[in-house]
């Protein structure tokens, strides 16, 4: 299913956001199927847990190797590279098999952490080169959240209410001008989209994307794939979204987010 296009078709990329983990067959078959098709040849699926890079190494592990499992499971051959750190972001070592990668895969986690971490670093650089000239680049939810023009994450400490919740918002990674994305949204309360929207600039438009759907951006062209909803709301009559390739090395040029509202809740 289509959902929009601009008339400039000058923005290259293959983008596929998932609204969960893409990890659950046979509901996520169809992904795979679909992410798969989109990368040549038999090379594996390069692995990059950054954005779990704040957890206990052992929950690390068990993702990547449930990751791993899931995907050959799909008949997908896997390879992974852990960066965990700025250091491990410029290791010449560990960024050679994103060069030669066909398709990437973010694995959910924190969206502030896989910004921090990458950010103006020789791997995000190379995962930019590699998404201009077609490569796909799949991101989980949390990875996914960091792809946009801006981003969110819980403030904390985390209060013992979950109403009672707060979130930050702050600069992406930029790939997706003018957006910030929202997963789970099937699971997501009202009251919680509401917070994090009164936070950004009004002109930001929020993509809402269930657990079991995805979004996939080719270039200028949008499109719905697994099951479930995508919503893009907002960001002014008549808009057009993009994938943008430039790798954003700072966050000089973007406007701050409008503080909450006091009266959202």
Request: a negative charge; glycine letters at 10%.
């Amino acid at each position: 299913m289509g959902l929009m296009s601009s008339t400039d078709a000058s923005s290259p990329g293959t983008l596929i956001l998932l609204g969960g983990e893409g990890l659950r067959p046979p509901a996520s078959t169809s992904l795979w199927e679909r992410i798969g098709a989109l990368a040549p040849g038999d090379q594996p699926v390069v692995i990059v847990p950054v954005a779990l890079a704040a957890r206990r190494r052992s929950a690390v592990e068990r993702r990547v190797r449930l990751a791993q499992r899931t995907l050959e499971g799909f008949g997908l051959s896997t390879r992974v590279v852990m960066i965990f750190n700025a250091a491990q972001a410029n290791d010449p070592a560990l960024i050679a098999p994103l060069e030669e990668a066909t398709c990437l895969y973010l694995p959910g986690g924190e969206a502030r952490t896989l910004c921090e971490v990458m950010r103006g670093s020789a791997a995000w650089r190379v995962i930019c080169a590699r998404v201009r000239v077609g490569v796909p680049l799949v991101a989980g939810a949390g990875a996914a959240v960091a792809l946009g023009e801006w981003a969110f994450a819980p403030r904390k400490p985390y209060p013992q209410a979950l109403d009672a919740l707060e979130f930050d918002v702050f600069p992406g990674l930029g790939l997706l001008p003018g957006v910030i994305v929202l997963p789970h949204a099937n699971r997501l309360q009202p009251q919680v989209e509401q917070k994090i929207t009164a936070a950004c600039p009004p002109d930001v438009a929020p993509v809402t994307i269930d657990e079991e759907a995805a979004l996939l951006v080719r270039g200028d062209q949008w499109e719905i794939i697994g099951d479930g909803l995508v919503s893009i709301r907002g960001g002014g009559p008549g808009r057009s979204l993009s994938v943008r390739c430039e790798e954003r090395t700072s966050e000089e040029g973007l406007s701050p987010p409008a503080p909450p509202n006091s009266e959202t809740g």
